[in-house]
């Protein structure tokens, strides 16, 4: 096949429609015929920056009684949840809505978003998101904004140093263009607002067109509409790597860094062809400040800026404006978004020079996670079969260690019955006798910095990545393996500064292995008492004997055909296990017949599995019947007969099958499970 073949096989691919759209230039009459069809294209940066959040969706569910609505662009959907956030939607409502207040000019849009919180709570990942979801809105029809640039004749490229075409340095709305003491008036008689929308153009052109402006003005004596001739509106692409639209800014050394990093600086060279260092076409508008005009510019570690960068940061904020070198301030439309930790905030509100900052700023709070399943999400977004190549990660793994995660961010409860992993079961929708969820909304109340102290989410991902590279770990990795991992890092933990937190961190992967052992010890029980038929035949005995003791009649035994007295032993020893004492098991009985009878009136057939209390208890009762005849405890000692091994290896199959484990995760449950059986320890 021929490269020219080839060539045009993959220009084939190309949506030539789609390219001519993103790259549309016209004249300025044309961009406001386009601005009267849809006046949403001059929205300002906090304006798009909301729709742009709205535009992917959102959810609403209830938690703890409070209505929570979930924004689904931070769920990340588009890139398959690659910077998804997990656990944090109360924190994003309020970000919201502080984008909702200042996209409606409510005073907010003069202010610093300021994202605290410890490290590794997501920071930086939002403030990612929103560059990067703001980047792709501008790239649809929906998100579509548009800028211009100065096409001149040969005559007068005498302005432009002989070049045919000046972009707008900072890329601003075309509708600056029409002079500020006519533009309300002039929005108002074109039409260009519908559906309750409105266009706000705030400000003056940035110094090197406003001078172009002048200029020609006074070529045509005045006459605005051959001025703007010669301009030609195009739409704009933001883009971080491109520097359009989108800043980033991060603290360095001080003695390599000033500020005009962020309000750009003199052009030297151009000096000889303008003759003046004070002339704004010799300035080069390449700060951050004027590449994130009409989008967003983030401060990395915000408050390790020095004090020369906060005079123009706090300008920027509360005046929309920035000074650059040797011109007047010059307006911009962006939104600043900052983040910093614990440590800095701190220090900040230590620092009272530093007020005028914290007076500008809407502080964030982003803590750590505090709900199990949510943490989970985290580590299983990284550690999946479909990452994970080759090796097996054991169940409850990424469990057990999100678990221990949780634990040391929450609070110890100020009452006293409940203990920290009731709590964490409570704040992951679990239900405990004897708590609501007014209880759970009062426990989260009580604790004021919850979330905010902790094990972060990059300490477990490391350890998780050290086993897996293991030597133990090249085939699979389990529960204790991470553990063990997660214990031996605390003693080089760079965040622990003190034995006591040391201790209470070790004490809480104490409470963790016990929940472990507790989980498997069930999953064990479950897979050797997971004969339906079994299951069926004593309920089906136990309802005979319970029938016939609340009717005070006999029951006939299925092998001597003799009528005996109910079998007091057998309905004792299944009740038993779900704890209904003496004094309390003919009502339970009772119970038990007055429902078989309420589904008997309604033409429905009694099924043990829909009574959660007695399926428990038949289960527990089959366990006990069944696990001296599988021997279990054999597997300590290492000898088996025949017979114990095919009862083993059902059991295996059924741990496989029904809790997600592989042949040697499963047979290293067994292993530790008979263990117990070996110690006594069993219920």
């Known amino acids: 096949m021929s490269s020219v073949s080839l060539v045009d096989r993959v220009a084939a691919l190309q949506d030539q429609k789609r390219y001519e759209d993103l790259h549309w230039s016209g004249t300025f009459e044309e961009y406001l015929e386009l601005v009267r069809r849809n006046p949403r294209v001059a929205r ?3 304006e798009r920056l ?24 931070f769920q990340d959907e588009v890139h398959e949840g690659r910077d998804a956030i997990f656990g944090l939607d109360i924190p994003l409502m309020r970000l919201v809505s502080v984008l909702k207040a200042a996209a409606l000019r409510y005073g907010t849009e003069r202010r610093i978003i300021l994202l605290h919180g410890p490290v590794g709570s997501s920071k930086s990942t939002i403030a990612r998101l929103l560059k990067k979801g703001l980047e792709e809105y501008s790239r649809t029809p929906e998100g579509a904004l548009y800028t211009y640039e100065w096409t001149l004749p040969e005559g007068l490229r005498y302005l432009t140093a002989g070049q045919e075409s000046f972009s707008s340095p900072m890329n601003e709305e075309p509708l600056k263009l029409i002079p500020a003491d006519v533009r309300e008036q002039a929005i108002t008689s074109l039409g260009l607002e519908s559906d309750g929308f409105r266009p706000y153009i705030r400000g003056n052109l940035n110094p090197a067109c406003r001078f172009i402006f002048r200029e020609l003005m006074l070529h045509y004596k005045g006459d605005w509409s051959k001025a703007v001739r010669h301009v030609r509106v ?78 123009d940061l706090l300008g920027a904020t509360q005046e929309q404006k920035i000074k650059p070198k040797k011109f007047a301030q010059t307006d911009i439309d962006e939104v600043i978004i900052g983040h910093t930790n614990e440590a800095e905030y701190n220090r900040l509100l230590e620092n009272k020079f530093m007020e005028a900052l914290r007076d500008r700023t809407v502080k964030i709070d982003v803590p750590y996670i505090t709900k199990l399943s949510e943490e989970i999400k985290i580590y299983a977004k990284d550690y999946n079969p479909k990452k994970v ?30 203990s920290l992993l009731q709590k964490l079961k409570l704040f992951d929708g679990k239900t405990l006798p004897g708590f609501t969820q007014d209880s759970v909304k009062e426990l989260r109340k009580e604790a004021v910095r919850e979330g905010m102290e902790g094990i972060s989410p990059r300490y477990i991902q490391d350890k998780i990545a050290n086993c897996l590279v293991s030597e133990r770990g090249q085939m699979s990795i389990n529960p204790f393996m991470v553990l063990n991992e997660l214990e031996g890092g605390l003693r080089s933990h760079s965040l622990i500064n003190n034995d006591d937190q040391r201790k209470r961190y070790t004490e809480l992967l104490a409470v963790v292995k016990q929940e472990y052992e507790d989980i498997v010890k069930n999953e ?27 009717q005070r009649e006999k029951v006939k035994n299925p092998y001597t055909g003799q009528d005996e007295e109910p079998d007091e032993r057998l309905m004792r020893s299944i ?101 117990i059986f070996a110690r006594g320890e069993m219920k």
């Open 234 to 311: 195009k739409r704009l692409l933001l883009s971080e790597e491109d520097r359009i639209g989108i800043g980033t800014f991060q603290p360095k050394d001080e003695k390599n860094q000033d500020s005009t990093e962020l309000t750009g600086d003199i052009n030297y060279r151009r000096i000889a062809e303008y003759g003046s260092d004070t002339d704004p076409r010799a300035f080069n508008f390449d700060g951050e400040f004027n590449v994130a005009n009409r989008g967003v510019i983030e401060f990395v570690e915000i408050l390790k800026l020095d004090v020369a960068f906060l005079y």
């Open 389 to 418: 190549r080759g090796r097996f990660i054991a169940p409850h793994t990424l469990e057990m260690a999100a678990m221990w995660a949780i634990l040391t961010r929450l609070e110890d409860p100020k009452k006293h019955q409940l």
């Open 524 to 550: 064990v029980q479950r897979a050797i008492s997971a004969d339906a038929d079994a299951i069926a035949r004593l309920c089906g005995n136990y309802i005979d004997n319970v029938k016939a003791y609340t």
């Open 44 to 46: 300002t940066a906090y």
């Open 575 to 675: 009740e038993t296990k779900i704890d209904i004492p003496e004094s309390r098991k003919d009502d339970f009985r009772r119970e038990i017949m007055n429902y078989i009878g309420a589904l008997a009136i309604e033409g429905k057939q009694f099924d043990y599995r829909t009574n959660e209390r007695l399926y428990k208890a038949l289960e527990l009762k089959l366990f006990e019947d069944q696990k001296d005849s599988i021997k279990l405890t054999s597997l300590v000692s290492q000898v088996v007969d025949r017979e114990a091994q095919e009862k083993i290896d059902v059991v295996k199959q059924r741990l496989i099958r029904n809790y997600g484990y592989d042949e040697i995760s499963a047979s290293d449950v067994l292993t530790y499970v008979a263990s």
């Open 50 to 73: 909301y729709d742009m959040v709205l535009s992917h969706g959102t959810e609403e569910y209830v938690d703890s009684k409070k209505k929570i609505t979930r924004y689904r662009f």
